[in-house]
């Protein structure tokens, strides 16, 4: 295989709209399922790409676009799917470690996964010989596989010692309605790519290479909007219709990895494993929709404190205007309510508490009392969930307006590791310290 | 509003790759949107489209790809969402008429729906002033609304008579496990787009419409592949690995028209109402993946009969090549097995019995047992039941040899009438007869 086939990752970064700007978009796993083709009819081919196997084949080339062709890299300083952007299609599936599964175990299994990962992510056909050819023909289509850590992993694998003080459980709020079934997890995987087969052939992948180290506790399927439905400047937005992420801190900023990862601390500290980690917090948050939408627009406006439209502040200007917090309206009442999502859940209402939000949407169907069980699949990413999730969710549960309109119904907080180093697995410094 | 604004349709069937040819893929929706904004900020804009609206607001052009600015039209002489490419994201739902509710409110529903489909598929804001907004920004992306009546709708509408004896109910299979209250239904709506908020947008306003007169009884999600995830000339995959979908009747074929839709019948009779229209066959078919993944990738080829590389036959060629039926290998053995699904499934072997497959992906997570709750929405779509689907199930039933992998655990069978013209509602030529 030529560097070109081996090396398809492009900069996930780049505009996912433009045009694939070279071969490198052809992903080695499309081009063997074309050489397997071949190979039993008795051609044989070269190593001239997957396009020309086509055209080999007598049939039109291949063209992906960068939908299908945009590879995030696997290695790296920090874990993909935390600073990538938002994927089309997510799955989230904890795991627990088997009954006599320990640390031994534990590693072998994050190498195991790793290893997979780097070549799910690559576009590559896994290796084994078991692949259920899901993803073939496609480009790996910004897939995104991350790993993290629940608080009871490090009882689990005897490393309480290194288990930092951030992943003491999250505080209970009065709002919540947690199922424990579906909270926590002694493991987590964050799933994501832009085309829904990808995902699903990485979940499957990753559960089967679970093997019988682990066994699956919960799993949660989600999305967002597709590449290219809407022009680019568009925030996502939720199944209440709102623009949602507007706040998020951008990485362009000078303390964004201060806010977003976890600093590397002096070597030999118990906790140093995660340094260029982060602190996942993940909420599974049911939109009562039913009651939600038959609130007048304008109401809706002045729960969430911007408008509908294009998420600007009730008080004037774009998105990415600043809230005028303390601008009264004629009748002498705060323009922007006193309980309004958008003014609670602000930062500079939190001493600057920062979380960088990546959400994904569910939708599964319809739930026994006749309501979509639709909602949010919340994940935010910080450095500390104590600086981060913890004091805002603190204020919503107090007085934001959105409240009646939402039910947090699971809960997880998982310590996701740094990224890998060729050679490296995801967690290698905690299992192997 | 401009024509060019009102009128953002283009040809579906065209591909779905290349880029926007016109300014008419931005949609008044999006144009809608932004002149909400700039409204509220005193800003008046002209006419000028999309873009320049988004320019004068100083930000970025947006840039639609197809992906979003295609439109499917509505209007016409078949509905939309038979002959559509299959698009990534899909819901199907099935209504039955309430308590009290009978030919009158249907009409009257049917009258609603249809003028909401129609907005919904052009990209516009659907009107009333009580829109969810989940589509905000998105271009229609392909969406089609497409409606179906089921066998007790014509008893709830005193219709016997016009009810046509093809929806007779579908025969019982051995293998069914049928699920009765995700089965049929007064009437049935698929939803497709291939953008998600978009699809889950449609279902909600569809949902809302309904109003007094039915309620749900069931509802799923489906998915397809993203487009751009693969090149053009791919066949869908399905979970299991598949390529499914090779031998479908092509639009280019001159018997199409003749084995999909419902030829028109004198004038007068009782049923020339469905002229033009088409009948759907759902099925809500499980795949027992644990046990299939377990399956060696040759006996998986074996149980299909064609490769699971590119879908050619195990008698060779490509994906398109026919099937060589009597061909034996050295060992004196069929080469496609006597209970290969794509023998048995064969329209020659099946009298020519031919059916437009036009399925999605399920996955709804984890089941109780442990399993995953996924497989095929299968939907097909044939002038006649019992020239399409019936005799090919028959067969599949008594002797397939993916029948121990599959379970059928829902269905539906639904007439579909033909596409309405512009001011008509569809099922006018019935509940108006």
């Given at each position: 295989m030529?560097?070109?086939v081996n090396n398809p990752?492009?900069?996930?970064?780049?505009?996912?709209?433009?045009?694939?700007?070279?071969?490198?978009?052809i992903s080695r796993r499309r081009l063997l399922g074309t050489v397997g083709a071949?190979g039993?009819?008795?051609?044989?081919?070269?190593?001239?790409?997957g396009?020309?196997a086509?055209?080999?084949?007598?049939?039109?080339?291949?063209?992906?676009?960068?939908?299908g062709?945009?590879g995030?890299?696997f290695?790296?300083?920090?874990?993909?799917?935390?600073?990538?952007?938002?994927?089309?299609?997510?799955?989230?599936?904890?795991?627990?470690?088997?009954?006599?599964?320990?640390?031994?175990?534990?590693?072998?299994?994050?190498?195991?996964?790793?290893a997979l990962a780097g070549e799910l992510m690559a576009g590559e056909v896994p290796g084994g010989g078991d692949d259920t050819g899901v993803a073939l023909d496609a480009g790996p289509s910004?897939l995104?596989v991350?790993?993290?850590?629940?608080?009871?992993?490090?009882?689990?694998?005897?490393?309480?010692?290194?288990?930092?003080?951030?992943?003491?459980?999250?505080?209970?709020?009065?709002?919540?309605?947690?199922?424990?079934?579906?909270?926590?997890?002694?493991?987590?995987?964050?799933?994501?790519a832009?085309d829904?087969l990808v995902?699903f052939h990485a979940?499957r992948a990753i559960?089967k290479a679970?093997?019988?180290?682990?066994?699956?506790?919960?799993?949660?399927?989600?999305?967002?909007?597709?590449?290219?439905?809407?022009?680019?400047?568009?925030?996502?937005?939720?199944?209440?219709?709102?623009?949602?992420?507007?706040?998020?801190?951008?990485?362009?900023?000078?303390?964004?990895?201060?806010?977003?990862?976890?600093?590397?601390?002096?070597?030999?500290?118990?906790?140093?494993?995660?340094?260029?980690?982060?602190?996942?917090?993940?909420?599974?948050?049911?939109?009562?929709?039913?009651?939600?939408?038959?609130?007048?627009?304008?109401?809706?406006?002045?729960?969430?404190?911007?408008?509908?439209?294009?998420?600007?502040?009730?008080?004037?200007?774009?998105?990415?205007?600043?809230?005028?917090?303390?601008?009264?309206?004629?009748?002498?009442?705060?323009?922007?309510?006193?309980?309004?999502?958008?003014?609670?859940?602000?930062?500079?209402?939190?001493?600057?508490?920062?979380?960088?939000?990546?959400?994904?949407?569910?939708?599964?169907?319809?739930?026994?009392?006749?309501?979509?069980?639709?909602?949010?699949?919340?994940?935010?990413?910080?450095?500390?969930?104590?600086?981060?999730?913890?004091?805002?969710?603190?204020?919503?549960?107090?007085?934001?307006?959105?409240?009646?309109?939402?039910?947090?119904?699971?809960?997880?907080?998982?310590?996701?590791?740094?990224?890998?180093?060729?050679?490296?697995?995801?967690?290698?410094?905690?299992?192997?310290?």
């Open positions: 030529s560097d070109t990752v492009k900069d996930a970064a780049k505009d996912a709209l433009s045009e694939p700007s070279s071969d490198s978009g071949a039993a009819t008795g051609l044989v081919l070269g190593a001239a790409g396009a020309a086509y055209a080999a084949a007598g049939e039109t080339p291949a063209e992906l676009t960068t939908v062709s945009t995030v890299p290695y790296g300083e920090h874990q993909a799917g935390i600073t990538t952007p938002l994927q089309a299609r997510g799955h989230l599936i904890a795991f627990d470690l088997a009954p006599g599964a320990g640390r031994k175990e534990a590693a072998a299994l994050m190498r195991r996964w790793s910004s995104t991350t790993f993290g850590f629940g608080r009871t992993f490090f009882d689990r694998t005897a490393l309480v010692a290194q288990r930092p003080p951030e992943l003491d459980p999250l505080p209970a709020f009065s709002s919540d309605q947690l199922d424990a079934g579906r909270s926590n997890g002694d493991l987590w995987v964050q799933i994501g832009d829904a995902a979940l559960q679970a093997g019988d180290a682990a066994r699956v506790r919960w799993q949660m399927n989600g999305f967002n909007r597709s590449p290219g439905a809407t022009g680019k400047p568009m925030t996502a937005r939720n199944l209440m219709g709102q623009i949602d992420g507007t706040r998020n801190p951008k990485p362009s900023e000078a303390d964004f990895d201060q806010r977003i990862f976890v600093p590397s601390r002096p070597s030999g500290t118990a906790y140093d494993w995660l340094a260029g980690g982060s602190y996942a917090v993940v909420r599974r948050i049911r939109m009562l929709l039913d009651d939600w939408e038959r609130l007048p627009q304008k109401k809706q406006e002045r729960v969430i404190g911007r408008r509908k439209s294009d998420g600007a502040p009730l008080t004037g200007g774009s998105e990415t205007t600043e809230l005028a917090l303390d601008r009264a309206g004629p009748d002498g009442k705060l323009v922007i309510p006193g309980n309004a999502h958008a003014r609670i859940s602000a930062p500079e209402q939190n001493g600057g508490a920062a979380m960088l939000r990546r959400p994904f949407s569910f939708h599964d169907g319809i739930a026994p009392d006749g309501t979509p069980d639709a909602g949010l699949l919340f994940v935010c990413w910080q450095a500390d969930p104590l600086r981060g999730f913890v004091p805002v969710q603190r204020k919503l549960d107090r007085g934001d307006a959105l409240s009646a309109f939402i039910r947090h119904e699971a809960s997880g907080l998982f310590a996701v590791p740094g990224g890998a180093r060729k050679g490296e697995y995801v967690g290698q410094r905690l299992l192997e310290s």
